[in-house]
Every structure is written in C-alpha cells, then in structure tokens.
T-cell receptor, first 111, second 114 residues
C-alpha cells in the first residue's frame, strides 16, 4: 500500500499559534492534496500542490513538497478554534485516477 | 450546487440484513468514489466509477459488498448480508475530468450493524 503516514497523529495548540503537520508517502506522485474533516462530516479539499512545485500558499495555509524525500508539510498560521479538525494528505499517482489518503492528524485548537 | 448527496445519513441494522447506501454525485462529474472510514483502518477506497463504469473494485472487502452506478446521477453500495465488522462511516465522493483530481465528498452514512 502507498498509504501516506502523517505525523503527529494528534496535535493540541492554543489559538494564535501555528500548527504544522507532516505527511510521508511511498511512490511517485502527480500531485498531493490536503483535506480537512470536521467531526461527523465529510472531507473538504483545502489545497493541492503539483509534483513540480515546492511551496504553495492559500490564505493561512502553506504547503511544502519535497519529492526527493517523498514528504509534504501543511502549516496553518495563526490558528483559530474553528481549525479544530482532522487533516489528511492524499496522493494522486498516475495512471489511476484515485487518491490514496494518509492516516490523518487530529488538530485541537484551544482558546 | 447541492454538493454530493448521500442517504441515509444514519443506518442501524441487525446482522444478516441487507443494507443499501445511496449517492448522488455533483452534476457533471464523471468520476464517483466509495470510501469506508473506521478508526482502525482509516479511510479506504472501496470502488470507483468513471462514466458509470466500475474501474477499480480492488478495495471491496468481499463478495458481500456490491456497487452499481445505473446512470450518471445515482450510485448504490449494497452489503448483503451485513456483519458487525461492516460498521463504519461510508463516504461517496465525485470529481470532474478537468482539474487535478480534487474530490468532493458527501456527508457520509454512518452504518451500525448490531
């Protein structure tokens, strides 16, 4: 399986702090995506980074990708209580059109 | 757009009963995916369709599971007979052909088999 591994499994921070989550994967990819899942809800796409990109920003999100190490990180800056959720990385590897999801990081942001 | 619609949202059944989960993808999307999420195994892809045709069902756990997509706007996942170990949250997701394989998830069906 090329399922990604994420660390940490759980992260607890205070509002205003930055949160960093890491994802490692096993095979070559076309792109890597990050999703958020609020408790009891479906996954929501956050950001995508292509294999030829090294860094991407979207609002308070910053994603990096190191294809030589087969790893990615997601940084959430100035976290808010509403950021409390599980975060998953997902890899898109050709030729299949499917995504392979990581194990997820549970983020708790406290006031 | 209403997004991906799944029904029912919750299902409680007894072991041995047939369970049918339903999904309506986003209009215009030609890929549909069925996932299962449990604490132990995380998010697993069960099967996916392209233009209503099953492409990869290697994730379907056993013959008790079957999925169909009779048209572009409807898909079912059936478990017959159900077992307690099938208890999980089942998600349907869809995507279009353009773009970079971003998937849109439904709210999920929480299945409990007693």
């Amino acid at each position: 399986s090329q399922q990604g591994e994420e660390d940490p499994q759980a992260l607890s921070i205070q509002e205003g702090e930055n949160a960093t989550m890491n994802c490692s994967y096993k095979t070559s990819i076309n792109n890597l995506q990050w999703y958020r899942q609020n408790s009891g809800r479906g996954l929501v796409h956050l950001i995508l980074i292509r294999s030829n990109e090294r860094e991407k920003h979207s609002g308070r999100l910053r994603v990096t990708l190191d294809t030589s190490k087969k790893s990615s990180s997601l940084l959430i800056t100035a976290s808010r209580a509403a950021d409390t959720a599980s975060y998953f990385c997902a890899t898109d590897a050709s030729p299949a059109s499917k995504l392979t999801f990581g194990t997820g990081t549970r983020l708790q942001v406290t006031l | 757009d209403a997004g991906v619609i799944q029904s029912p949202r919750h299902e409680v059944t007894e072991m041995g009963q047939e369970v049918t989960l339903r999904c309506k993808p986003i209009s215009g999307h030609d890929y549909l995916f069925w996932y299962r999420q449990t604490m132990m195994r995380g998010l697993e892809l069960l099967i996916y369709f392209n233009n209503n045709v099953p492409i990869d069902d290697s994730g379907m756990p056993e013959d008790r599971f079957s999925a169909k997509m009779p048209n572009a706007s409807f898909s079912t996942l059936k478990i017959q007979p159900s077992e307690p170990r099938d208890s999980a949250v089942y998600f349907c997701a869809s995507r279009g052909t353009s773009g970079y394989n971003e998937q849109f998830f439904g709210p999920g069906t929480r299945l409990t088999v007693l």
